[in-house]
């Protein structure tokens, strides 16, 4: 079993940064990519940013440009450095995890972390 711990969400001002962090634990498995979606009241979740485990990265068009994705595989760790926040973003932010385990495909969620722009 994998498990996610998010950590880095909280309240900015319009225009200010947040870093998001999560990083996997668990069984032994192999991590074909990891990323971040969120999910905004009445909206349903969407995808942020993604990033495999060759460092291919994957932007909503929304964030390009602000949110930067990067990893570091030694800690099985994801980051999103968000810059230029909107009230826009504001939302419930998912860390999520596909990977491979015993030649079988998974994906695992985090528990996810508020992120509230004001403006």
């Known amino acids: 079993q994998v498990q996610l711990v998010e950590s880095g969400g909280g309240l900015v001002q319009a225009g200010g940064s947040l870093r998001l962090s999560c990083a996997a634990s668990?069984?032994?498995?192999?991590?074909?990519?990891m990323g971040w979606y969120r999910q905004a009241p009445g909206k349903q979740r969407e995808l942020v940013a993604a990033?495999?485990?060759?460092?291919?990265?994957n932007y909503a068009d929304s964030v390009k440009g602000r949110f930067t994705i990067s990893r570091d595989n030694a800690k099985n760790t994801v980051y999103l450095q968000m810059n230029s926040l909107k009230p826009e973003d504001t939302a419930v932010y998912y860390c999520?995890?596909?990977?491979?385990?015993?030649?079988?495909?998974?994906?695992?969620w985090g528990q996810g972390t508020q992120v509230t722009v004001n403006s």
């Open positions: 999520n995890l596909r990977g491979t385990v015993v030649k079988v495909d998974f994906t695992s």
């Open positions: 668990g069984s032994i498995f192999s991590i074909n990519a």
């Open positions: 990033i495999t485990n060759g460092g291919s990265t």
